[in-house]
Antibody, heavy 120, light 109 residues
Framework: EVQLEESGGGLVQPGGSLRLSCSAVGFRFSDYGMYWVRHAPGKGLEFVSAISSNGGSIYYADFVRGRFTISRDNSKKTVYLETSNLRTDDTAVYYC?????????????WGQGTLVTVSS | EIVLTQSPGTLSLSPGERATLSCRASQSVSRDFLAWYQHKAGQAPRLLIYGASRRATGVPDRFSGSGSGTDFTLTISRLEPEDFAVYYCQQYGDSPPYPFGQGTKVEIK
């Protein structure tokens, strides 16, 4: 059974940083693209970032480019989202997501999310 | 970047009724790589449909997807109590970012 577990969320002041982690079990992690998606209070789902199976291709939404960095360690079956210069509108639940196939198959499996609250 | 517009914003229906949700893209979705997700409060989203019309593993057959190019539809043939939720479409063709629509809330009438 595929399981994704996010960690690293919490309360941070504007301008601060957090490192989100997502550990994976139940599938061959190194074979799949991974994503981060967020859900802000009262808003819809937002694509945040993507990383290919070997980490060679990386993408960001415009609103996080230059502030967030995605990476992965296939030996640890973990994907990361390094966030910096956080703003109040970055407050959201951040979900880690596995692709249905190696790449571009749809967002098949989701973690339960980790809450990031940006507030002074 | 493709913009997805969902309609209606809210759909008020009774259990047993048919739900029809629309998703329109600002340009043609590559290879009809269009997905639908169900999201309930406090839970992780769930993939329902991929490739515009293919049900994901374990999804009941009352859920169906159709459409191609720029116009797509999610149909729930007979609403069950557990189907009341927010539904999002998403395109995942070409390269990321993969935007979502703004969502349609299906609520109990």
């Amino acid at each position: 059974e595929v399981q994704l577990e996010e960690s690293g969320g919490g309360l941070v002041q504007p301008g601060g940083s957090l490192r989100l982690s997502c550990s994976a079990v139940g599938f061959r992690f190194s074979d799949y693209g991974m994503y981060w998606v967020r859900h802000a209070p009262g808003k819809g789902l937002e694509f945040v970032s993507a990383i290919s199976s070997n980490g060679g291709s990386i993408y960001y939404a415009d609103f996080v480019r230059g502030r967030f960095t995605i990476s992965r360690d296939n030996s640890k079956k973990t994907v990361y989202l390094e966030t910096s210069n956080l703003r109040t509108d970055d407050t959201a639940v951040y979900y880690c997501v596995k692709d249905r196939i190696r790449w571009s198959g749809g967002f098949e499996s989701w973690g339960q999310g980790t809450l990031v609250t940006v507030s002074s | 970047e493709i913009v997805l517009t969902q309609s209606p914003g809210t759909l008020s229906l009774s259990p047993g009724e048919r739900a029809t949700l629309s998703c329109r893209a600002s340009q043609s979705v590559s290879r009809d790589f269009l997905a639908w997700y169900q999201h309930k409060a406090g839970q992780a989203p769930r993939l329902l449909i991929y490739g515009a019309s293919r049900r994901a593993t374990g999804v009941p057959d009352r859920f169906s997807g159709s459409g191609s190019g720029t116009d797509f539809t999610l149909t729930i043939s007979r609403l069950e109590p557990e189907d009341f939720a927010v539904y999002y479409c998403q395109q995942y063709g070409d390269s990321p970012p993969y935007p979502f629509g703004q969502g349609t809330k299906v609520e109990i009438k």
